[in-house]
């Protein structure tokens, strides 16, 4: 342990005792929970089963050199990404990273075979898997529409890969022994005005109905539906808009997924946590970071990701809300998006588990908004730098300051080689 790091935690370790908070235990609770990182910030949502551009309303922008070309180098990026990423994190897959071999076969008939190679990595690593169905850059897509698609046969193409990746997502499960998430995100929607909507959720709806009819694995491996307001292209009607994700989720009993970019530029979703779990038993959250639109940025320390944190944590909800990054950035360093976008997300997490929560709730209790202000505002300031640090030492991981110097070896050693 660096000098400085343990004074530092010492002084902190002063402070918030004098804050009534054992950073001990607040440490040890924010380790535990859960975030899940998203496997597709490595080679700009490509995939590995023959995508040749991205569909469905998405884009990412930017040409930085490097990107991951392949199952062994997107491995080692994510690798090395881990390596500076502190607490339990889980990957998220995409259907579309399906290892394929030479083999010719189609997303609707994808096995746990296509990501058994996944699974023996992850489990190597000790993590949890959780899963995607990908509903975008494929043939088989009726332009941006899937389960939605007036084209039976390209639905019932659909509505098989959904089925196909809910029986993957359960072996994920039960190899892995955690639970597996697996996240429905369909892109359907028109460019332009749509006057039969009603037609549109009616397919939607049998679609989702055949694949969720089999309620079996449901624990180990649950099911999410993911809202948007509108993609790129997909500018006038989104099927499935957040009224019907939620709306959906509630009546069979899914869990509801809320990514941070799709909804209106003043609507927070941290506002809805509490107010979405009152109707499911489980939410899933794709926290992004929306710049004038869904432009998935990298995940920042900014006062929404923080506020979305003390909700879950201070609410006592760690075990109700599922934990997932959603971004995609190729103007910079790739692995230095995950580590920076992973530990913002951990570094809230921590601030949650550090605030002097049980304090600030009992002056709101007692009507004194007074105090409650105060003590929200001295929280910012607190010393979590030191604890972080702190926290980083003790898992062997790159303290702040410490871990860029890593990145760009890394980059001069194995990124400037491929092109
Ligand atoms: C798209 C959704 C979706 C995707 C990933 C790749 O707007 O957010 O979750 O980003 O599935
Ligand atoms: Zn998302």
Redesign the pocket.
């Known amino acids: 342990m660096k000098k400085n790091v343990q004074k530092g935690f010492e002084y902190a370790k002063d402070v918030y005792a004098q804050a009534g908070v054992d950073v001990e235990k607040a440490v040890a609770q924010a380790d535990s929970i859960p975030v899940s990182m998203h496997c597709w910030q490595g080679d700009d949502v490509t995939g590995f089963d023959g995508a040749d551009s991205l569909t469905g309303g998405i884009a990412v922008t930017g040409n930085y050199p490097g990107k991951a070309r392949n199952f062994e180098e997107l491995k080692a990026d994510i690798k090395k990404a881990l390596s500076l990423i502190p607490g339990q994190t889980k990957l998220n897959l995409h259907a579309s990273y399906a290892i394929k071999d030479g083999r010719k076969l189609d997303r609707d008939q994808y096995t746990i075979r296509e990501f058994q190679p996944w699974v023996d990595f992850v489990k190597d690593l000790g993590m949890g898997m959780d899963f995607n169905p990908t509903y975008f850059s494929h043939p088989m897509m009726d332009g941006n529409l899937s389960l939605s698609s007036p084209d039976e046969g390209k639905r019932r193409f659909w509505v098989e890969h959904g089925k196909r990746c809910r029986e993957i997502g359960a072996e994920f499960a039960k190899q892995l022994n955690k639970p597996s998430v697996i996240n429905f ?1 369909m892109p359907d929607g028109t460019k332009d005005t749509c006057v039969n909507t009603v037609a549109f959720r009616e397919r939607m709806t049998r679609s989702l109905d055949e694949i969720f009819a089999d309620r079996t694995h449901m624990d180990i491996a649950p099911c999410a539906v ?1 809202s948007k307001l509108f993609g790129v292209g997909v500018e006038s009607f989104t099927v499935v808009s957040h009224e019907y994700a939620l709306g959906y989720a509630i009546k069979n009993n899914l869990t509801a ?1 809320l ?1 941070t ?2 909804f209106h530029p003043t609507e927070m979703v941290s506002a809805k946590v509490t107010a979405v779990l009152n109707f499911v038993n489980s939410m899933l959250l ?1 926290i ?1 970071r929306p710049v004038r639109w869904d432009s998935d940025h990298v995940v920042a320390l900014d006062d929404e990701l923080q506020r979305i944190m003390d909700e879950i944590v201070w609410n006592q909800l760690e075990k109700r809300v599922f934990i997932g990054l ?1 971004f995609f950035d190729a103007s910079i360093n790739r692995i230095a998006c995950w580590t920076i976008g992973m530990r913002n997300a951990r570094k809230a997490l921590l601030s949650a588990c550090l605030a002097p929560s049980n304090d600030i709730r009992m002056a709101e209790a007692e009507g004194d908004d007074t105090t409650r202000l105060a003590l929200l505002e001295e929280r910012k300031t607190l010393p979590l730098g030191a604890v972080w640090d702190y926290y980083c030492e003790t898992k062997g991981i790159p303290a702040d300051g410490e871990w860029l110097p890593l990145i760009k070896q890394y980059e001069k050693d194995e990124l400037s080689k491929r092109n």
């Open positions: 995100w993911e997924c990514d970019g799709h794709h992004s959603d």
